[in-house]
């Protein structure tokens, strides 16, 4: 599944396993140019990130609630009317804006 934002596609990898929800990116080192969904989630936690992200909440019909710019490591956010949580690559989020329906394309 791809993310639409300002004319370019990010992939968006969902992670549904504990072992998957639990790591997300932490120790990842490289720089990511993916995006992780986390559903049915409603807290995030860049406890041990080693880079920064950028951070979308939104509801069951992925509406945008919340954005986050450039979150840094060892943060935790509590939104409890969030559905799903986005954890995108720097500079995503400032393409969008509250209220905005998220786009996708299967390829």
Do not use: H
Not at 14 to 19: D, L
Not at 46 to 58: A, E, L, N, P
Request: aromatic residues 16%; positive net charge; proline residues 2%.
């Amino acid at each position: 599944m791809y993310l639409i934002i300002n004319n370019k596609k990010i992939l968006i990898k969902e992670y549904i396993k504990f072992k998957d929800r639990f790591k997300t990116l932490k120790f990842y080192l490289d720089k990511i140019d993916f995006g992780i969904k986390l559903p049915k989630k409603k807290r995030a936690n860049t406890t041990f990130f080693c880079q920064r992200v950028d951070i979308c909440f939104t509801d069951k019909d992925d509406k945008v609630l919340y954005l986050y710019e450039d979150v840094k490591s060892e943060k935790k956010i509590f939104k409890f009317k969030s559905k799903n949580i986005y954890y995108l690559p720097l500079n995503t989020v400032k393409y969008l804006k509250v209220g905005e329906q998220l786009k996708f394309r299967k390829k």
